[in-house]
């Protein structure tokens, strides 16, 4: 049984057009290179039709996983979410006690984090030890180097 993952309704239309893409202009695509390569002979020995097959059972794959992504995909109404404790969907402002750093960070689906803008996935270490922190908790997190403690400062809402 797979999970319920929550997104955005940005983040699920993202994944909604890469499979209409994946689905409309991939599949097509593949399919195309597979008849052209089977057009030049002997499929025994015919590294290009090989090749051709190969890509297209990967994006088979990668269709097949994006269905069951959405298939399990939920949108969250975040005006109902309570900000007094760290969720998902959450902008959390932390400070980490070592040397000081401030950072605010906002808590998503794993196929929305981007650390670019500042998107963490819920399923990363800091977001693991993020979840259900308060104003005022320290949270640590155990990473490579040890155990990092983080201050959470503020929780809000987009």
């Known amino acids: 049984m797979s999970k319920v993952s929550y997104y955005t309704a940005e983040g699920l239309k993202k994944l909604r057009d890469e499979l209409n893409h994946l689905k409309d202009v991939e599949r ?6 597979i008849a052209e390569a ?41 005006s109902q979410l309570d900000t007094s404790k760290v969720l998902i969907h959450s902008t959390v402002k932390i400070k980490n006690q070592e040397n000081g750093m401030e950072m605010t960070y906002k808590l998503v ?10 998107k963490i996935s819920v399923d990363s270490p800091i977001g693991k030890g993020l979840l259900g922190k308060k104003v005022g908790d320290t949270a640590e997190i155990i990473v490579p180097n040890g155990i990092m403690k983080f201050d959470v400062i503020e929780i809000t809402r987009d």
């Open 28 to 33: 097509p695509k593949a399919s195309q290179a």
């Open 38 to 78: 089977r057009d030049k002979g002997d499929l025994s020995e015919n590294a290009e039709y090989d090749a051709a097959k190969e890509a297209q059972g990967m994006l088979e794959m990668r269709i097949s996983k994006l269905e069951e992504i959405l298939a399990n995909a939920r949108i969250i109404d975040e």
């Open 109 to 118: 689906a794993q196929s929305e984090a981007d650390l670019a803008v500042g």
